[in-house]
């Protein structure tokens, strides 16, 4: 029997070519994450339940990447994960919140704690607008039982504007009348949105971040292809997510490749990614049942052990070159999911034709992932898990299996605590410039003219620190 060789990251290198490129601030980091959802850097965070949920996603976003939240979670909590996101930075908000004219300020604090928002319109029937109640209409009323209605700014005073409202309009309105909200209504006071001074900041500001089309960070919600997964696949679109991708460590499965098809006859313009595969053919069977993005990787995750445990797994570099072409001939971007430990792994994914790579242990030690920062012999740390670890399977609202009937594909591990994404985001992103100037790569693209070159084990030694007491 012919048996072929595969190479992981630390395998090779790639060769130095004569480099235009004048200046690592100046190459392009942007890519396609999907058929139609462009990235400005392509880093993607995993949907694991230690590394993300809203803040790991709006941190992620706000970078020019995208978070993908996990779904080990009730469809509820998954969606309100979401909306979180989709709500953090808008040029319009669709559906504002709403609070009653009966409501007490007792109401009104635990409602603006619980969805962290400072301010309120107030309609009985959810519709009608009545007034507005923001965190300064109540800083001089002690009385918990006070009723909203009685410290509202009511209708009559409020400055509201049409829902089509240009936005420099609209601007100019909150500047020249010095107010931070303007609510949108129909010619009969019908709430249409709102429009905020913070949003308006904070979207101008960041020209950096990924976002929809109405301003709000971009999104990607997790979901399987059993169960409840239809459910969750509709009421996550519903609640904004831009992206579904389907999660499931063998995806060159009947079960993914049905999936697929039916989410796609049901939302057929839902961008929906595939996987996880390691083949040419997985990723040209889940292209023909209709995905818009393959996500490759089968064991290379830093919490894995699906190959000790089954013996199957392609070394990642090898699965990345191999499905590559196969995306590249149908236009569908390939996401490198798993394996990444450093920059030199980002830039070698790419070279070898990946649009993204997903990451996890990488960041699950950050602020921004889920869960406490735990205090373990004088250091910081966080905890990082494999989705199909043994905690994370018995955690499931729906484990029927006992301790003893379930065969781990991951572990548990502590991951040293590394303060804020964005921090290590800047590490990534500056190894990737220097790698695209040593490739004479303006674009991710230009970065697969590279070459590879095999490494040996003295190879790798040299590439490490050496001969030194690293300090
Ligand atoms: P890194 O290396 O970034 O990899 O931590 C993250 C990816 O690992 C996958 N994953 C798993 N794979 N058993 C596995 O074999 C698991 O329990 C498991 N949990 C996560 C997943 O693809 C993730 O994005």
């Known amino acids: 029997m012919y048996i072929p060789t595969a190479l992981s990251y ?10 235009e490129v004048k200046s690592r601030q100046d190459v392009d980091t942007s890519t396609q994450l999907t058929r139609n959802i462009s990235l400005k850097i392509p880093i993607v965070s995993a949907n694991m339940d230690t590394v993300t949920e809203s803040a790991m996603a709006i941190a992620m976003a706000q970078e020019g990447g995208i978070g993908i939240v996990h779904r080990f979670c009730d469809i509820t909590k ?26 007490t300020l007792a109401d009104f604090k635990n409602k603006s704690e619980e969805l962290n ?51 420099e309009e609209a601007k100019k309105i909150l500047k020249d009348n010095k107010i931070e909200k303007l609510p949108l209504v129909d ?68 079960n993914a490749l049905e999936a697929i098809k039916i989410i796609k006859r049901l939302l057929p313009h839902m961008e929906l990614i595939g996987g996880n595969i390691a083949t040419a053919q997985g990723a040209l069977d ?31 570099l090898s699965a990345v070159l191999n499905v590559a072409p196969v995306c590249k001939k149908y236009g569908v971007p390939l996401i490198a999911d798993g394996g990444i430990r450093q920059s030199a792994d980002l830039v070698k994914a790419l070279a070898a034709g990946a649009d993204t790579v997903m990451m996890g242990g990488q960041l699950s030690g950050t602020e921004e992932s889920p869960g406490p920062t735990i205090n373990y012999q004088g250091r910081q740390c966080k905890i990082s898990r494999g989705m199909a670890s043994l905690t994370a399977a018995l955690s499931r609202p729906d ?45 991710i693209k230009d970065l697969r003219n590279c070459q590879f070159i095999r490494i040996t084990k003295a190879g790798l030694k040299e590439s490490e620190a050496h001969d030194n007491e690293v300090l």
């Open 187 to 254: 010619a009969n006071f019908q709430i249409k949105g709102l429009i905020t001074e913070k949003d308006i900041m904070r979207n101008s500001s960041n020209t950096q971040a990924s976002k929809d089309n109405l301003g709000r960070l971009l999104v990607g919600a997790a979901i399987g292809v059993r169960g409840d997964y239809l459910a969750r696949a509709v009421t996550l679109t519903e609640a904004g997510a831009d992206i579904l991708v389907l999660d499931i460590a063998h995806g060159h499965s009947t």
């Open 399 to 443: 484990a029927k299996e006992k301790h003893h009937q379930i065969t781990p594909e991951g572990i548990e591990a502590r991951v040293p605590y590394r303060g804020p994404v964005k921090n290590i985001l800047a590490r990534y992103l500056g190894g990737l410039r220097s790698g695209m100037s040593y490739g004479n790569a303006q674009t």
């Open 286 to 316: 889940l292209i023909e049942a209709g995905v818009d993005g393959v996500k490759v990787g089968i064991g290379p995750g830093s919490i894995c052990t699906t190959r000790l445990t089954t013996g199957f797994g392609v070394p990642q």
């Open 10 to 19: 630390d395998d090779v290198l790639l060769v130095p070519q004569k480099s």
């Open 117 to 167: 928002c400072s301010a309120f319109l107030v309609s009985d029937d959810n519709t009608a607008l009545l007034g507005l109640i923001t965190r300064r209409d109540v800083v001089f009323c002690s009385n918990d039982q006070t009723l909203v209605r009685d410290i509202m700014t009511p209708r009559e005073k409020l400055i509201v504007a049409p829902v089509n409202i240009p936005m």
């Open 78 to 103: 998954q969606v309100s994960e979401i909306k979180r996101v989709k709500r953090k930075q808008n040029i319009i908000i669709t559906h504002p919140f709403i609070i009653s004219s009966t409501a």
